[in-house]
């Protein structure tokens, strides 16, 4: 009888039924997501005491004025340019392959390549990461095949550039840049599939109806309605790598990163109020960046 009471309560209340649904996935949410940021921003207006080396809780701008120091604005500058660079490439890279797959592969073909790309994803992120060390190493694939093609000078002076070479190419910006456009180019590739496969084929064929040229419906038609996709790839690729520090740790050099930052202060200095001012600067980054991305149409193609 009260099961049955229970149900007609529900039927005569379907926001009742919809908000007791979405009650616990909303309250983890919430708490654990919400709370943890907000957390974060909080603590980001405390300071650290220089003489006791404690945490004081009073509100004060003292940790952001420390945040704006030349080193600290290297590393939040250094970050999102290799943001920024890694998520051209992946663009670069990701186009032609989505591309195909949207429009010329047949269905095993397609199979055959979602699984291709996700394959990668089914291994250990470390082990991906550590895998590319190995393989841009001095004494790695890489070096060798520069060393039988006579061009390992060319990659000596490319080693020899400030801000992008290093003793080798798994101890240098460059390798963290190969490594960084590897492990995000799955995600990608499949918003733009997505986005691809949502043109129409019939505004395609009537552009070249039209006497358009293949060069001219591609600009004028298919790369404008795909851009909805490659807008949703950058945030995936633009934020993973903006609070990534496993990469610049294994493949970087001695120039930090800012997830190797927020590592740094709130472990071995303990400096916690520096460390969540450094995790303001991605969200604050990733924040405009999602509103651009979403009058873009980004969220249409996730």
Known sequence: MATRRLSAFFYRHPGAGLGLLLAPPLLWLGVVYLGSLLSLVVQSFYHLDDFTGQVVRRVTLATYRDLLSRSNLDIARRTVSMAALVTLADA????PVAYYMARYASGRVKAILTLAVLLPLWSSYLVRVYSWKLILAREGVVSWCVAQLGLTPGLERLLALPLV???????????AFFAFVYVWLPYMILPIQAALERVPRSLV????DLGASPATTFLSITLPLALPGVAAGSIFTFSLTLGDFVVPGALGNSSLFIGQ???AHQGTAGNIPLAAAFTVIPMAIMAGYIAVAKRLGAFDAL
């Open 261 to 263: 930052a927020v590592l």
């Open 205 to 208: 064929e009537a552009s070249s």
């Open 92 to 95: 670069l890279l990701a186009f």
């Open 165 to 175: 070479g290093g003793p080798s190419l798994s101890v240098s910006a460059l390798g």
